[in-house]
């Protein structure tokens, strides 16, 4: 059965509930992310569009403001022959929320139209999982207060493997707002089921990653260390994941940190970095990568935009497909 694959399935609400063996294999008919990631890539490039999904409806409700999740799961419903039936950017404006409607009770007043899926961004940590309780339909989380970004996770790993060919052994530095970045913890706890890996934990000493996930990697066997400034792992690592200063959730990170030039990517760390290196960002990206980098073959952060196409729909048909 697929839920004992994938504990917590139907919903997406945290990256521990993916094991290493649904994310990358063996082949399982009902799931297995990248293999249906990498099918479902060749297709789009093809100008495939399928219809398995023909009459699903998904609902977005989004509290916060979002460019590639939401687009990208529109993308992937429509390119499965899908429909988006509700679709909200700032849910505490555009929905009842603004009358004082609880989550929950807009949750349960959603079901009642009957979509297949609901994905759900939220600015409270654990919005996903209360959405989950009173859900009739699966709920996606895509993005919940500072703790989880599951579907970023899983497009971050499958990026990491198309272009290195590879996850166990690689040495990673984690840039910027390690602390309130829900991308990069749950980024570590993908990491964290694969061998041999060495996360750099590159920030301020007031914006440091949390001793939750530390403590993970910890029991996981994962080696990381913490430095102040990328131009001493540059020459070290093979992938740099940088991160976008988190203003809006009570940012610790000083402007004067950003001044420094320790955490931002630029030609100068372009030139300590190995030649097969490969730079992430989950964007959007303000500041922290200097457009001079956008040109190397190591940039591949519009690269990885794209890869969100394709895991979203591999998810969506996984959650709403999983017998086809
Ligand atoms: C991230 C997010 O919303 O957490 N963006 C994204 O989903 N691509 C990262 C960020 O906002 O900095």
């Given at each position: 059965m697929i839920s004992e694959r994938f504990p917590g399935f139907p919903h997406i609400l945290e990256a521990q509930q993916f094991s290493r063996e649904w994310i990358e294999g063996p082949f399982f008919r009902e799931a297995i992310l990248m293999d249906r990631a990498n099918t479902m890539q060749e297709r789009v490039e093809l100008k495939w569009v399928r219809t398995l999904l023909e009459h699903q409806t998904m609902v977005q409700l989004f509290y916060e403001e979002s460019t590639r999740t939401r687009a990208s799961?529109?993308?992937?419903?429509?390119?499965?022959?899908g429909q988006t039936m509700f679709s909200t950017e700032n849910a505490g404006l555009f929905s009842s929320a603004a009358k004082g409607e609880i989550l929950t009770d807009t949750i349960q007043v959603l079901c009642q139209y009957k979509p297949n899926v609901i994905v759900l961004r939220h600015h409270q940590d654990d919005a996903s999982k209360e959405a989950a309780k009173v859900s009739s339909v699966p709920i996606i989380n895509?993005?919940?207060?500072?703790?989880?970004?599951?579907?970023?996770?899983?497009?971050?790993?499958?990026?990491?493997?198309?272009?290195?060919?590879?996850?166990?052994?690689l040495r990673i530095a984690m840039v910027g707002d390690l602390e309130k970045s829900r991308v990069v913890r749950s980024l570590c706890y993908n990491l964290g089921k694969f061998e041999g890996v060495h996360i750099?934990?590159?920030?301020?000493?007031?914006?440091?990653?949390?001793?939750?996930?530390?403590?993970?990697?910890?029991?996981?066997g994962i080696v990381f260390s913490e430095s102040t400034s990328i131009l001493d792992v540059a020459p070290e690592i093979d992938v740099i994941y940088q991160t976008r200063v988190q203003k809006e959730r009570g940012s610790n990170f000083k402007s004067n940190d950003r001044k420094l030039g320790y955490f931002t990517v630029d030609g100068k760390v372009l030139e300590r970095m190995k030649k097969d290196a490969i730079i992430m960002h989950p964007l959007p990206r303000v500041d922290e990568i200097a457009p001079e980098v956008d040109a190397d073959p190591r940039a591949a952060y519009f690269r990885q935009v794209a890869n969100g196409l394709s895991v979203r729909m591999a998810l969506l048909r996984i959650i709403l497909a999983p017998k086809e």
């Open positions: 799961f529109s993308a992937a419903m429509l390119r499965l022959g895509a993005g919940d207060g500072k703790q989880q970004h599951p579907t970023q996770a899983l497009l971050d790993i499958f990026t990491i493997q198309k272009e290195l060919g590879r996850i166990d052994n750099d934990f590159v920030s301020p000493t007031c914006a440091q990653m949390k001793p939750d996930i530390k403590a993970y990697l910890e029991r996981r």
